[in-house]
């Protein structure tokens, strides 16, 4: 590739940097404290900035001391924000006998339109030379001297147990910086400690004050930048001057070096040499230079996989490190992880002293504070914790949210990624990196080297590659000082930098491959599941918010079971809701440029045949990688592997050849006098000659979020309450459609697009509003507090249940579990209500712009909540399934017939989808029982039954009712016929199947507190009629009949077409109202003969026994004519069923054989027997549906779909029978 000389006389969007700051002392203002808010000082253990601090170790503030280019209407120039993200903690002084070590840190801004701009800085010690800063230090020392003497007298006088200088003691060192502490063991410590510790005397002494050199840039160059800055402040302290005054390096990165194009690198100069910077291809991954090695070895690879869960969920992330760079590197080494999807919240990896208001945000945020030295968490006030991801980055800790997910294959991706890191020799496990021996550097090349290739040069001898490489010989001797320098780095050493930065380069761009694949391997068919439901933009954005754009229900249907957990909460996220909405936006403008470099990956993904076919049985595939040699390590073909394609290769070509190099820096056209040296002195540049440029830079027009002034603080916490008001009324509403959407499918009345699953992650998405807007404001952590004083007595049961459940749970736990109990009961919003009555407790315990505080908004925020009462919830019963639940079971007897009660011994067994009671018995002459057990879910089934006792124990049972004394939900299992021997089908057992009757209340808590009243007898169109007996009349006309079966039928097929979370119940589908039982017996009762006197009972069953002799009467006599297998089994279930211990009559045993059928595949095949039998001729009419060969054959046909389904039956149905 040609390499060209370019320059960047366009657009600011195309230089390289776009200002260039110096912020530190103004001596023409003085020494002004820094001020830190009420938040900032309880943030930082409330350290005290008072005369207890030794004048030399108190922050004063600082400013911007020059900017270029200047400020103009077009292009506003933050000074405040961009002052308080170069030195957050203000001005440090220093002495001569303290260490006075240069750092390095970045930080990064967003605009109002979503992109970013970085800032990196160079802070380093300069010396004080104005006499009235020393001064102004002098009186200050002495002020402080006098008042802690003062203090010390005093406190000595008090109490002579306690030390004088104890107190200042602990003032001092929890205000020192590591630096500063550093510097204490150096010095030894006297007598007085408050007086010698950072003493200052002008005559001894010399004192020194940080400044920062700043660059701003529209892309992350980190090592660019870096080494700019740096070579930039070694020419400040360097003995020689510069080759040219600093003005021209300055104006040379503002205005002649652009950023290099998409592809290419480009090669600019600093003072000391060249510098190499590069941006990707199309391609390509976007620009990332922060080290993730770093950020791995800080933090360990699983605490990393599980921080990036925690951002991908967008829970409240909060960073915590002394290092203001570490900060910076984790939360740019996460952000540049979620490709191709993109951080969507408040995002400041260095949050400000004056910003630390930002804290209460009661939105998803990743920010990062600074740790003074000995804080730890617990010193910290945060009003919100439940949803916060705490990374203490200098302990190596990640404390996320409770109930965070896993990472989908998270275990295979942890192994994978220590693979990458073992390959450059990092350690894993973090904390540190392996200690491996240092390579042999290369030799010194001697000043004789040096002078053989410049007269080489002069020659012409050396072409285009060579003078590069000389080039960068030069600048590395230049750096170290010929071959070595005062800190003891050689050329060697050089070199060795050189190779590390490229080696970290390449381990970020594998890195960021693996996750990459990860993304590509979940979402490689998401485009399917995008709805493109309106017709041009206008129509899009009017409807937007109503509008869904993504079927997550066939999404999640589609992916393994284990990935259901994360990805139905990361659906929900607003990263994935933007993602897709610019893949509808992409139909009428232009694609966003990540989501193109993700669906040209997948476009070749799929032209390689890498993506599976069937996503919900997907296997783990590596991404494959290279070693260092370049070779693959799997073949191009392999099936198991993502294929890794170029972007390492050409990243290294990019940055061991430069493809553009940049006009070099040159003299320009200055004052006499100007640009003069001064060692350690930054100087006073030109201004004229740096404002020469074009002023058409836009950036810092960012967001008000970097304002700390009083009007712009309450101006953002209002948007806050906005937001919060805004996404309450648009999750409310979400939550309705889709639980009414299940609701009418439950009635017949449409399709589902809601999953069991998915009614988890709203009410967990509700969980985290409620949460983020009890939090927001409060002043101090007394939830419980609120709890105990606000007149919530209504809310009391709930709450003492809560607490009580388990111990397992936590506060945030306890707390969720009490809304998903109140969201069952529909009581949420009245027990908020009641626990928001105390308004002087409220206003005692919140700030004043709490949401909590604002009347309006927290009355519509409570009219949201009260419109769920309109749709039922099982969110309690389904979630906390280890829970001990008492029950209360009545049964009601026929009205009609109230004399008829006489059990003996009657007992019950409740089932319901996480398990059963076991057997219950009542107490003798009571018609209820209360009983304790584990949760059993939703209830199912009941069995109902009582001893054989003779022909005076029989009982009319109308209903059996249930009743959670918890939940308030109430279950009736209809039954209408008897129990008792001689009447009826002479059952002694019952399994009745239930159904929800009311989602409970406060209010109908105590209306169970005794015999509930009797009901009325049901119509005789109804469930309560006699399965399987001929008492009901058979009005029911063969076109509808066969109608009810296929019913029946399509109704079983839809279940298991539903994916596993959002199955019904199998048993209700089977046996209750229009269920397979009920339709096959009004088939087999169609034409049905009775010779019995005044039409008593005829049951099916009967007819099957009859059946079942004349066959084994046949096959004994030799005349069996049909199938002698098929036969046999049909006897064989017969006569099993038969043989049970259980006493279920003989509409339990028909009911028993149907499911028994069904489950084993030979239902088909019996009704054929039964149609086919002798008997059928004699028992049935003519016109019976049995005796019409073609309505037998397409019954059995459409039972024979079922046979692909594997049917579990329940416990309760088929206990005691030995098959």
Known sequence: MMSGVTSATGSASCRFAQHFVVCGLDTETGLEPEELNNHSKSVNCRICESFEQSPIRRSFRSKVLAHYPESTDRSPFNRDAVNMLCMPRGLSFRSQTDRRDSRFHSFTVARDDGT?????????????????????????????????????????????????????????????????????????????????????????????????????????FLLAARHFLSQLHQAVTSHAAPPLPLESYIHNILYEVPAPPPGRSLRFHGVQGPIVCQQPGPEELPLGDYPLGEAFSLLGVENLVRLLTSVLLETQILLYSQDYQRLMTVAEGITTLLFPFQWQHIYLPLLPAPLHHLLDAPVPFLMGIQRRDGAQRSTLELSNESNLCFVDIDNHRVDPPEDLPLFPDQLELIQEVNEVLLRFGLQPYGGSTTTKPAPAAPPCLSSLVLEDLMEDRRNGNLGGEELAVLERLQALARRCGGG?????????????????????????????????????????????FVIHSASDLESWLGNREGTSNFDKGSFLSAQPTTHLHFLSRFLETAMFSSFVDSKVLSRWADQEPLQRVFDRRLERERLYNTLEDDPG?????????????????????????????????????????????????????????????QQGCFPRLQADVLAQGHHTNKILCQSKLLDPSPSAVTQTQRGFVEGLLRECRVKTRHMLMERMGKESVELGQGEANITGLQENRLIHSLCDLLERTWGHGLQLKQVSRMDGQADGRGTQPNKLFVQTMSGDLGEVGQA???????????????HLKLLLANHDLIRQLYKPYAFLLCEEEREQFLFHLLSLNTVDYLCFTRKFTSISIPYRVVITPMKKLSIAMTMSNPWVCVSGELGDSGVRQIPKNTQEIIFQCQNLGRLSTLQLGQENSGLLAKCLVDCVIVHNEITGHTYRFPCGRWLGKGVGDGSLERVLIGQLVSPGGEEDSGRWTGTPPEQGSPPQSGRTGSLGSLSRSNKLSSAQVQEDTR??????????????????????LLCGEGGLVRSLEQFLLHGFKSSRLFQRSVFIWDFVEKVVVSMETADQMGDLRESTELCDSLCHYANAINASPRNIGKEGKFQLLVCLGVRDRLLPQWLHLLAECHLTAVQYEKSALVRDRAAVHTLSRVLHTLHEFPIALETALVKGVDL
């Not at 950072?198 to 529209?218: E, I, M, N, W």
């Not at 019913?1047 to 209700?1068: P, S």
Request: aromatic share 6%; net charge neutral.
């Open 484 to 528: 070595g320098m005062a800190g003891g780095k050689t050329l060697g050493r050089a070199f060795e930098e050189e190779e590390e930065e490229l080696k970290a380069a390449k381990m970020n761009v594998q890195l960021r491959e693996v996750f990459a694949g990860r993304f590509t391997s979940m979402f490689g068919r998401y485009e399917e």
């Open 1047 to 1068: 019913e029946a039928v399509n109704n079983l097929v839809k279940h298991f077409h539903k994916a596993e979370q959002e199955r019904g119940n199998l048993t209700a």
């Open 617 to 677: 049985n997907r296997l783990y595939r590596k991404c494959t990688v290279l070693h260092e040699s370049g070779h693959w390590e799997a073949p191009l073909t392999s099936p198991t592997s993502i294929i890794l394609w170029f972007p390492v290769q050409a990243m290294e070509r990019r940055l061991l050849k430069a493809d553009h190099t940049a006009i070099h820096p040159h003299l320009l056209d200055m004052r006499i006098g100007q640009g003069r040296h």
């Open 116 to 220: 970013h701009s970085y800032g990196f800085v160079h802070m380093y010690y300069e010396e004080v030379t104005s006499a009235q800063i020393t001064a102004a230090m002098q009186t200050l020392h002495q002020m402080h001297h006098v008042e802690h003497h003062s203090t010390s007298s005093s406190s000595r006088s008090t109490s002579s147990a306690s030390s004088p200088s104890t107190s200042s003691m602990d003032s001092l060192v929890s205000s020192l910086d590591e630096s500063d502490a550093a510097s204490l063991v150096e010095r030894p410590l006297l007598a007085c400690l408050g007086c010698t510790v950072g003493s200052f005397q002008p005559a001894r002494d010399t004192l020194y004050v940080s400044k920062a050199l700043c660059l701003l840039t529209p892309l992350p």
């Open 816 to 830: 969720r579990a009490w809304i998903h109990l109140a969201l069952e009961k529909k009581l949420l919003s009245q």
